[in-house]
C-alpha cells in the first residue's frame, strides 16, 4: 500500500455489491492471460494494465471495435482515484502507460465505486462516487477514444444532495444515465441523472428520484 494510502472508510451499512465483485474476477480471468501488445494463450503472460498498489474495482466495457476500456481505483498519488485504459482488438495498449487519471483526489479518498459505459464513439464515460464535498457524492466524466479527458477536470458534479450517493449502473444513451443508491432521506433510495455527450446534466438538479420507497432499495 503507498504511503499515506487510507486503509479503510466509513460506508455506511454498505458492502461490495456482487457487481462489484465479478467484473473483478472477470478483470483477473481476461487479462491474466495477455501479453504486453498482443493477446495470447499463454498463462504465464500478462498485460500490464497498471503496476500500481491497492487496485480495487475494476470494471470493463467494449469500446465498440473490438477493444475494451477497463477502468478502476489505485493509490498513486497517496490516495485512491479514478484511472482507465483501452486495449484494441489485438491486444494492444492505446492509453498513456499505467492509464489516464479520470479523477486525482486532493484528500484521502478510499474505494470510489467506478461505474463504466462506452460512448459509442471509441470512449467512455465514468461516474464514480467521491468524498471531495464531506460525503459521497457521485461524479462523471468521459473519456475519447484516444485518451482525452473530455468534460470539467475532476468530473462533472451529477449529485451533490445531503449524504452519500453511490453510483451503481451507467449506460449510454449517447451521453449516459446514471442510478445511484442515496441516503439524503436517510436509508438507501434509488436515484438517477442524465448527462449528455457534452456533460451538461439534463434532469432534475441531484437527480430524479425512481424509488424512495421505506427500507432500502439497493
Ligand atoms: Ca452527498
Ligand atoms: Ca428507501
Known amino acids: 500500500m503507498s504511503a499515506g494510502c487510507p486503509t479503510a472508510r466509513n460506508i455506511k451499512r454498505f458492502a461490495p455489491p456482487i457487481h462489484l465483485i465479478w467484473p473483478f474476477f472477470t478483470f483477473l480471468i481476461v487479462f491474466s492471460s495477455l501479453p504486453v501488445g498482443a493477446w495470447t494463450a499463454d498463462t504465464n503472460s500478462n498485460t500490464a494494465i497498471s503496476n500500481f498498489n491497492d487496485l480495487l474495482a475494476h470494471q470493463i466495457t467494449g469500446d465498440g471495435n473490438g ?10 498519488s497517496g490516495a485512491h482515484g479514478i484511472y482507465a485504459q483501452r486495449v484494441d482488438a489485438g491486444g494492444k495498449i492505446l492509453w498513456a502507460t499505467n492509464g489516464v487519471a479520470v479523477y486525482t483526489p486532493d484528500g484521502a479518498e478510499w474505494y470510489l465505486y467506478p461505474e463504466i459505459t462506452g460512448d459509442g464513439a471509441g470512449g467512455a464515460i ?24 473530455l468534460w470539467t477536470a475532476d468530473g462533472v458534479a451529477i449529485s451533490s444532495a445531503e449524504d452519500d450517493q453511490y453510483p451503481r449502473k451507467i449506460v449510454s444513451d449517447g451521453g449516459a444515465i446514471i442510478a445511484w443508491l442515496d441516503w439524503r432521506n436517510g436509508n438507501d433510495d434509488i436515484y438517477a441523472q442524465r448527462v449528455d455527450a457534452d456533460g451538461n446534466v439534463l434532469w432534475t438538479t441531484d437527480g430524479v428520484a425512481i424509488c424512495t420507497a421505506e427500507g432500502r432499495q439497493d
Not at 475494451?68 to 493509490?75: G, K, M, Q, R, S
Not at 459521497?136 to 475519447?144: C, I, K, L, S
Request: some cysteine; overall charge negative; glycine content about 12%.
Open 67 to 76: 477493444g475494451v476500456i477497463v477502468a478502476w481505483t489505485d493509490c498513486r
Open 126 to 149: 465514468i461516474a464514480w462516487s467521491d468524498l471531495r464535498s464531506g460525503d459521497d457524492d457521485t461524479y462523471a466524466q468521459r473519456v475519447d477514444g484516444n485518451g482525452n479527458v
